[in-house]
Structures are given as C-alpha cells and as structure tokens.
C-alpha cells in the first residue's frame, strides 16, 4: 500500500480553478488520473468539451475553451509536500528531484503537466 498525499485546496492562477484551459481534452485526461491521482466526477460537451476532476478536498475543470494552457493552472495545498512528490513520482511523473522552494509559510515545488498547464504543490508549515 502506497502513502498518498491529501489534497486540501486548488487556488486558480487566473479566473476559475473549474476552467483550466487545455488543447486536448481526451489527452490531457489520462496524466490527472495516473500521475496527479484525480478522478473524472462529469464530462460535458456543450459549449466545448469540459470534464471535472476530483481528488480528496479539490475539484478542477479543464475545458477545451480556446485559452492558452502555457499562462494558466493553479496552487495545490497539501498535507505533506515530500509525499506529494513521491507520490507523483511513483505515479510517473518525469522528475528525480522536487527542487523545493521556501515561499513562506509554504515549501512547495512546480510540475508542468503534458498539457502546458502549471500546478504549484505546497505545504503550509508554521515557523
């Protein structure tokens, strides 16, 4: 049995964590569910193809919407930000090292997902 992290929270870079911008819906989908860990909760295709994800305490939205993934994604809080990364890392993801950066109170480290989109992981710790 794996130890996973717990999603707390997503804050949206731009306007809306329930509309991240993605080129490729159906492609996009497969690195959420094995490296990221979500779930598909609903699919939509009007007005453009969409799909909400789930994972612990967090619900994200990609839609194919036209915007540009390179300039959007969001800040994930976690519980524990070392098994955030090892978690993903056994999951797939790309990277042998987290490269932690200190941005008080949060440690915290970057994965840019095939998409285009960027997802900042962190962990709020107390001095």
């Known amino acids: 049995m794996s130890i996973k992290a717990f999603f707390k929270?997503?804050?949206p870079y731009q306007d809306d964590?329930?509309?991240l911008p993605v080129e490729d819906l159906d492609q996009a989908i497969p690195f959420y569910e094995s490296v990221m860990g979500f779930q598909v909760e609903a699919r939509q295709h009007a007005p453009h193809k969409s799909a909400v994800l789930s994972r612990d305490e967090v619900k994200i939205g990609l839609a194919e919407n036209g915007g540009d993934p390179s300039n959007d994604g969001c800040?994930?809080?976690v519980d524990d930000v070392?098994?955030?990364f090892?978690?993903?890392k056994a999951n797939g993801l790309d990277r042998e090292?987290?490269?932690y950066q200190v941005d008080?109170?949060?440690v915290l480290f970057f994965v840019i997902a095939p998409d285009g989109l960027c997802y900042c992981i962190?962990?709020?710790r107390e001095s």
């Open 17 to 19: 964590v329930m509309n």
């Open 104 to 106: 008080e109170p949060y």
């Open 75 to 77: 800040f994930f809080e």
């Open 9 to 11: 929270t997503a804050s």
């Open 97 to 99: 090292e987290p490269d």
């Open 86 to 88: 090892s978690e993903l």
């Open 122 to 124: 962190g962990e709020r």
């Open 82 to 84: 070392e098994v955030a």
